[in-house]
């Protein structure tokens, strides 16, 4: 395995679409690497790890921007990047599938996607050689988000918006990369974008803000995501608007799936939000761990009896800073792990 | 661990709300029991059960009551009660999460909840104290229905009203309260408000009622509800109406969602209704056992070859006579257990 | 355990219904015999296979018909045929149900079962007795298309109608009839129509075809199918058509539930579908197989690379060739599997 940390690359360029009107070149570079992450407590696992993070860097370009990504493969496997719900049209073979759209990239080698960003909404990339282990076990999934040129008057409202990546793992294959995804497995760590409780983040909110939760299924299971002291819209389907938004406080989707829920910030508090399947909220044997987070209001007052009354704060776990910049391909220093050399 | 045999009482009063309406206020005591239950045949299994019962009592209210209960912990374990679905405006501090809104209440210590019943809907309540056994396994929970104030044109025309809890259990934790709730379980029982097939009841309907069973995912899997016979209208998702109520005859739905659904008992026979999950229709290694009942229409004589001949009707079974009595507590004697000294 | 090949008889004869139209009466007959299939490779399976074939005979009908079907049990264990999702209006001795609406059919038996086909769209059919193991491993399933009187305008545009009925196995009862379906189990195989990939078949298109994929949850867990390089319109569910289709790339659904999705053909190229639970795409401890195939568009070249390069390709995998048949019973010679002596 090789420890190069990637040069990463930008570069933007304006230009003049089919349409006729003006889209941003966007060229970007992402290694994959052997990377050492942390669930939760001491409970480590060996990932292969996109430029060294769990999920991986956010990609968040315009419709219609032509999209370049180089990968270079740094691990000791081969490996493909499918990006999720492009519709890569006239480009197929930039779709990420090996033995049907691409060879898969060999260790060492790299291999340049380019694409148009369509459709619009909540997408996500990952890799598409031995799914069973490469994205069930090793982390080889991020957000890839493409913001619309006619948003919904739903989502114009919104004032915080925050990204959860749904996952679980298998300890007894935390070491043994290359191996592991089978069906006999029995996850025992869940997490939200990488991490399980007491280890995730709080969703900081303001009374009267209205709030975007972008819901990724990256994992191999169900999830029932529930959120105390509101009701919430389901506004979007894999990226799309629903017509008829709908009312729920729970939500379940599957491997693949993305809603995005919406809702106001009307009422101070501190609130759990959770996986709703029991035993995702555990840590192996352990209760009270897991998928489980909680909207901290400004302005409420700790309790010593608060399990997290005097938790450092880490902002942009949910990539809720990174989703301000405007387009690129944005790093996240909280969800790096550790280098395998 | 103590045998009482909690005094239940209950206080209402009409109070003027905030918006000028009526409202009144409600007040419960609770007890949290060591509990042995019958899941079918000689299968028992030690719950801590609200009031000796799996599920709970029936809390029926109106929507914008207030509503008090003194939960009394009478077990050897700390516990909670969270109110799946309640907005908790301006009370959070009564949403029942250890360590994040109060701290859990302790053997022989009692908590008082206070809130006000919106919105309005098929709710429950449950402990949130180690979810991953206390829920999953030792059937703490129950169903809390708020009456709206403006039912919707289609419940207004139901005649007959159901409410059905989906919940598993593994069996070698059944006499190990405190244990339990792993990620490697295979749960081996599946039952509807606590009981397996075939010593669930029939849903009893007449021609031309209009039927609503309120489904609720109260376990840790997914379920897939079907109903032979006739085709239904998916009226209210975690209590809110859909705008665009859809047919369908089998329904998935997850730990913590609630569906509303209502037919039209219009093709008199014996219809079964089932979860569609294969693996849930056992008890233990024994077919044709767990989540399965029989819609029975009045009038349709008995078969020697039927199940369910002879079978002593129990009513009540779906909180359908309690449901008809109006705001209250409602015990339920058909699903009390026996207290373990 | 016989081995008779069942002489098929079909028979229709137009009749006026009650409301004035002109319908059919059709009238089959359908074996139940003991069938070793090929999942994949080397893996069999011994089934109680519908005509000697998994997924069973389509049947295609008129809404409104009234279909006859004699089975006959040729196996050594009682079964039944439940018409899931028919109405069976005053016809409820036809279900299908063992001990709620009939006897199950024994061994050297025949049962005739008689209904109207209603309601319209996509059902299916499958044995009743003991579903955990004869529905989740014994391929006791088949499909059932009732065509509308009154087509959406929508379904009108199809151009290529393809049906997919998913399932998983446990291949160490592979060779254990009468015994399985289990708890414990956990299933290894994982197949669209019988087959997992490589040994599925592509789904080919032609640029400006509008295409349906008729989704079928015909075993014991949930699937979750994402289609690339496309999005897709959830059309109907149960067979019901959807006021409001809705967007998406990747449709969860459970055991029982049917999901047509309907897509326009419109990018050229190879597109991988697949289940996005990763571990349903192993065959036993081998990656990259189960629940995946290919959306081919002709005139796309293959490539050296490509798994199926040299593939010999077997219409009608997914019974369009049937469905282009109009009304009757319709033998796959692709789903057959071998008599058991």
């Known amino acids: 395995m090789k420890s190069l940390l990637a040069a990463i ?36 696992f060996h990932t292969f790890a996109f430029n060294g993070q769990v999920p991986g860097p956010l990609y968040y370009v315009d419709e219609g921007d032509e999209v370049n990504v180089t990968v270079n493969n740094l691990t000791a496997l081969p490996h493909t990047v499918h990006w999720h719900g492009m519709y890569q049209k006239g480009t197929w073979k930039n779709d990420g599938v090996p033995g049907v759209t691409q060879e898969a990239i060999k260790p060492g080698d790299s291999f340049k996607y380019k694409f148009i960003a369509e459709p619009s909404g909540t997408m996500w990339y990952h890799c598409h050689v031995n799914v069973n282990e490469h994205v069930a076990l090793r982390g080889m999934w991020g957000p890839f988000i493409v913001r619309p040129k006619a948003p919904t008057a739903l989502e114009k409202k919104v004032t915080k918006d925050f990204i959860l990546m749904f996952s679980e793992w298998d300890s007894k294959w935390a070491d043994k990369p290359g191996f592991g995804g089978l069906p006999s497995d029995k996850p025992d760590y869940f997490t939200i974008n990488g991490k399980a409780y007491p280890d995730t983040q709080p969703i900081r909110v303001d009374k009267g803000d209205v709030v975007r939760l972008r819901l990724i299924g990256a994992g191999d299971t169900m999830h029932s995501f529930h959120l105390h002291g509101h009701s919430f819209k389901v506004a979007f389907k894999d990226g799309f608007p629903l017509s008829q938004p709908y009312m729920a406080d729970t939500i379940t989707f599957g491997p693949g799936e993305r809603y995005d829920i919406i809702f106001e910030a009307n009422n ?36 010593p009896w608060y399990d997290w009354a005097g938790k450092k704060y880490q902002p942009n776990f949910y990539y809720e800073e990174s989703l301000k910049k405007g387009p690129g391909q944005h790093a996240n220093e909280n969800l790096k792990g550790q280098a395998i050399q």
């Open 268 to 303: 101070p508090g501190r609130w759990m939000v959770h996986d709703h399947v029991d035993s995702h909220t555990v840590n192996g044997d352990r209760p009270m761990g897991g998928i489980m987070s909680v909207v901290e209001y400004s302005g409420i007052p700790s309790d």
């Open 9 to 44: 690359t930008a570069a933007s360029a304006l230009m003049m679409t089919a349409h006729g009107a003006w889209a941003a070149t966007r060229s970007f570079e992402m290694n994959i690497e052997d990377t050492r992450i942390t669930l939760v407590d001491k409970q480590q």
